[in-house]
């Protein structure tokens, strides 16, 4: 708990360390940041589209998942 929490008595209630693998753990009301992505846009591929509520977005960034480990990537872009 940091200096000023102990001072002003602050909780630390719904703090990321409490979150537990539950992505809804910190959702709350009127979020400014547009709240939860679904479960579908979460899993989606970075190539894919994924359309929502109307909205058509670009899957998540990241890298591609493509079955291989890190191990054989590196392999395939330096033989």
């Given at each position: ?42 899993t989606a591929d970075p190539r894919d589209v ?30």
């Amino acid at each position: 708990m940091g200096f000023l929490n102990r001072i002003l008595g602050s909780s630390r209630r719904g703090s990321a360390a409490k979150q537990e693998a539950d992505p809804e753990a910190l959702d709350s009301e009127d979020d400014p940041r547009g709240g939860l992505q679904s479960h579908k846009y979460r899993t989606a591929d970075p190539r894919d589209v994924v359309e929502e509520d109307g909205t058509v977005m670009s899957g998540p960034g990241g890298a591609p998942q493509e079955g291989t480990t890190p191990d054989e990537r590196r392999e395939e872009q330096n033989p």
